[in-house]
């Protein structure tokens, strides 16, 4: 019996990770039908405590989760453990999903003979050492056999840093349409929750960081709160703007409306309780929360970039604004929170846009057909 060609997706991680772990995780089922063992292998620090909530989402997804503690840039055990792990696993097929994984899969290989796999999620997290790392990530890329861009716009930037457009390929990021489907009724979801049934709810996911653009959210919820609308705003998630933003919810007296719910394992009981979903974000790639919050249903406002607008037909599945636009946020959001025949209508074609064009099951399909035409298999 021939054995199985084995997949090793990587990444770094801090805390409980991110959009695209909810993609690699849920990944290792969906491929072991198709003929691939796949292992996932996490850089993080190791007195991070945020690691175990990525254990559990293992766990969940049935995923083969390989803990590699990382100290830091020096931290050369990284490399040790990853090629021990290699050679243990008789890996065929590395696929990095970030800076460091796909700096380290090019030093692996020449001790490891492997086929190079990336996917680029997209350059938006600031601090002062991206620059140099996502540097870093565009001379890796060149050096790759098969660079997977999740929007159109990733595709570009990487062809213009000189990825050829023969190992440059666009596969957009997809959800598990049976997971995310809705079983709550609005009202009944925020009563739950114990919120006011017929008070309207804005929702937003994602890291606490600049790029997110919650400050403009927060003030545009505000600004439809100080014009009489009786609405309340959840963003969900940690991260470093966390101070920042609770002291702007402060300073505007909003703490009673407007709350930052930190990280929670369960989304789904949120999601439901949501009449909008606000993505307010600068910088992008293609959103899982986006994808979410339409397959259950959720109107969503998003800003035009990225990969998003491929998603969001103006009018008819969602409305777009553009980034980092306060008053094209805080119009958009009272557009739709006021016209509750809109909402209903984007519901419908919310949750049908993501079950025709961004089923998980499809997006493995085609991962499959990447990884069979550069090992050769029929």
């Avoid at 084995?6 to 990944?27: E, F, H």
């Avoid at 960081?209 to 600004?223: N, P, Q, T, V, Y």
């Amino acid at each position: 019996m021939s054995r199985m060609p084995v997949v090793l997706d990587t990444r770094v991680v801090n805390g409980s990770g991110g959009g695209p772990d909810k993609t690699i995780l849920n990944s290792p089922r969906y491929l072991s039908a198709d003929g691939y063992r796949m292992i996932c292998a996490y850089m993080h620090p190791p007195w991070d405590a945020g690691f175990e909530q990525l254990r559990h989402k293992a766990r969940l997804f049935q995923a083969p989760l390989v803990s590699v503690p990382d100290r830091g840039p020096w931290d050369w055990q990284v490399i040790g453990q990853l090629l021990a792990l290699c050679r243990r696993e008789r890996v065929q097929i590395w696929h990095g999903h970030d800076y460091k994984s796909n700096a380290v899969g090019l030093l692996l290989a020449r001790f490891w003979p492997m086929r190079l796999v990336t996917t680029v999620h997209g350059w938006v997290h600031q601090t002062r050492r991206t620059p140099l790392y996502y540097l870093i990530d565009r001379v890796c890329l060149r050096r790759y056999e098969l660079v997977i861009c999740v929007s159109d716009d990733l595709r570009a930037r990487c062809l213009a840093s000189g990825v050829p457009a023969d190992r440059c390929v666009l596969l957009e990021n997809a959800i598990d349409i049976k997971e995310y489907s809705r079983k709550t009724a609005l009202r009944k979801a925020k009563q739950k929750l114990g919120l006011p049934p017929n008070r309207l709810l804005i929702g937003a996911v994602g890291r606490l960081s600049a790029e997110k653009g919650f400050d403009i959210l927060i003030r545009a919820a505000d600004r439809l709160l100080r014009h009489g609308m009786d609405l309340g705003l959840i963003i969900v998630g940690e991260g470093d703007e966390k101070l920042r933003l609770q002291t702007l919810i402060q300073e505007l007296g909003r703490c009673e409306r407007i709350h930052l719910l930190g990280y929670r394992p369960d989304m789904m009981p949120l999601y439901e309780a949501m009449d909008v979903y606000a993505l307010s974000s600068i910088r992008e790639g293609l959103p899982n929360v986006v994808l979410e919050a339409m397959a259950l249903e959720v109107p969503v406002v998003a800003t035009r970039v990225a990969g998003v607008p491929r998603l969001i037909r103006e009018g008819e599945n969602g409305l777009l604004v553009e980034p980092g636009s306060l008053d094209d946020l805080t119009g958009a959001l009272a557009r739709l929170l006021g016209d509750d025949v809109l909402r209903r209508a984007m519901q419908a074609a919310g949750r049908r846009t993501v079950a025709t064009g961004y089923s998980f099951a499809s997006r493995m399909h085609k991962m499959r057909t990447l990884y069979d035409s550069l090992l050769g298999r029929n």
